[in-house]
């Protein structure tokens, strides 16, 4: 049996204060309805870092899974780029 696709995205950690969770903030640009100027929308999602390997400023790459808490959906796929 094939496993469907899961849905991926690409944020910036804001924060590792909690044990095996991240809070990753993802921004996406969206066209405005009525100017057609593009506006920064931002969202936090959080998911799960089961090793506590992910500092506050990587880039890290999330992917969607069943749920493992009351808001936590994704899991941690990589980490793109380390901070400096």
């Known amino acids: 049996m ?3 696709l899961r ?3 690409v944020g910036v950690v804001v924060s590792n204060k ?3 969770t991240i ?3 993802v921004e996406r640009k969206v066209m405005h309805p009525k100017y057609g100027k593009f506006v920064k929308k931002n969202t936090k999602f959080m998911a799960e870092d089961a090793k506590n ?3 506050i400023g990587d880039t890290v790459k999330i992917a969607e899974t069943r ?3 009351k808001n936590k959906c994704w899991r941690l ?3 793109i780029e380390k901070v400096k």
């Open 67 to 69: 749920p493992l808490s």
């Open 18 to 20: 909690m044990q095996n």
């Open 77 to 79: 796929v990589e980490i």
């Open 7 to 9: 849905k991926e995205k």
């Open 53 to 55: 390997e992910c500092s």
């Open 2 to 4: 094939e496993r469907n």
């Open 23 to 25: 809070v990753v903030n």
